[in-house]
């Protein structure tokens, strides 16, 4: 089964998506960026989709974070906005981004994962 890293520092969009994923992936769950850290270094992931905007950073922070570690997984970048130099900056560094309003946002896991 595929595993999944949902950051997030809303608890209730982290519970609600990771309840929607457990029927399809083993999930694992993080509020912000240092506990991510933490799981990435404990545990080897299939995708991990971070939020963009945290308490305690940014996703990008995060994605430098497992470039230096040498962790290449697909990463998938969200927020709530659809701000164009976050869109940018996520291409620039090789995430996919996507809102967490969108329709899609299932389907970008779904793509990512499998």
Not at 26 to 32: L, R, S
């Amino acid at each position: 089964m595929k595993k999944i890293l949902i950051v997030d520092d809303s608890p209730d969009f982290l519970d609600a998506l990771s309840y929607i994923l457990k029927k399809h992936y083993e999930v694992a769950t993080a509020g912000g960026v240092e506990e991510a850290k933490e799981e990435l270094l404990t545990s080897a992931f299939d995708v991990i989709c971070s939020d963009y905007y945290m308490a305690d950073g940014t996703g990008l922070n995060l994605l430098e974070f497992c470039k230096q570690e040498k962790i290449s997984v697909p990463f998938i970048l969200m927020s709530a906005t659809r701000e164009q130099h976050i869109v940018i900056e996520a291409k620039l560094h090789g995430a996919v981004f996507v809102e967490k309003t969108d329709s899609d946002l299932l389907s970008v896991i779904r793509e990512n994962a499998d």
